[in-house]
């Protein structure tokens, strides 16, 4: 985080330190763990933790910065990946949105790694506002795009509802490789056919799986990969479209979009 000034790492130091003593985000139990560990004054400790987040124009003192989160992503990606093992140049990230208390819409984009979720990217909305999450999502992923080196693999996962023709394009521009789930009322052509078919037609049964180039959705039609899989224990199919080739990809590899559920606890509870 050496683009941040001495102060703002000192706050996020404090901030961060405070939050793992405390088990939680809140002030006043951050604080209090605080001030009893650094045997200080907790007026003090907490107008300065206050502090450091507000806006510029609400802090005390000429020089006063306000603390750019969006400019903290790709660092922050950078060192997660500077924990991989040299030869592993494959990366798992995820984006995500969830409601908090009805009050919040939390949008991320989080490297998952063995059962977990680490988010390095995030957007947090008002509920139930009128407005489109494109322009959101899109500063998401410009925010990272520095953040990963260009000889890396990465590939995206993203949950029904999140599709979209811009994400597609998004992700690519990053020269990263869409993974995203369609509706079962999605359509699809083969190549080398010329009729548009159900994708919920696609697998009779559970154990069946089926991969092939394929063109979708018969308005802004997308050229692709589609990868379909149905579990034995699941009440339908995964319908998953990608920019690899057939024979490079695996419908299985979806299976750690669930590793963000474990995350969520850290967003909504524990911060």
Request: one cysteine or more.
């Amino acid at each position: 985080m050496d683009h941040l000034s001495g102060p703002q790492i000192t706050g996020l130091a404090l901030w961060s330190f405070g939050m793992v003593l405390a088990r939680t985000c809140g002030l006043s139990r951050v604080v209090a763990a605080l001030a009893s560990h650094l045997q200080t004054k907790e007026p003090n400790l907490r107008q300065r933790l206050r502090e450091w987040y507000w806006d510029q124009a609400h802090k005390h003192g000429s020089h006063r910065l306000d603390l750019p989160v969006v400019s903290c992503f790709a660092p922050l990606l950078r060192w997660s990946l500077s924990l991989w093992a040299p030869e592993e140049k494959r990366l798992v990230l995820v984006m995500d949105a969830t409601s908090l208390k009805q009050v919040f819409v939390v949008l991320s984009i989080s490297v998952v790694y063995r059962g977990c979720a680490v988010p390095v990217a995030w957007a947090v909305l008002p509920e139930g506002q009128p407005g489109a999450w494109k322009g959101p999502w899109l500063d998401l992923f410009e925010g990272l795009h520095t953040g990963v080196p260009h000889d890396w693999e990465v590939i995206v996962l993203a949950d029904r509802g999140l599709y979209a023709r811009w994400v597609w394009e998004a992700m690519q521009a990053n020269h990263w490789h869409p993974f995203l789930r369609l509706n079962l009322r999605s359509t699809y052509r083969p190549h080398g056919q010329s009729a548009f078919r159900p994708m919920g037609q696609l697998l009779a049964a559970p154990g069946m799986v089926w991969s092939g180039r394929v063109t979708c959705f018969t308005h802004n039609s997308v050229e692709g990969t589609l990868l379909a899989c149905w579990g034995l224990r699941c009440l339908e199919p995964w319908l998953l479209l990608t920019d690899l080739a057939p024979e490079t990809a695996s419908a299985a590899w979806y299976g750690m979009r669930s590793w963000i559920e474990a995350g969520f606890k850290d967003f909504k509870r524990d911060g």
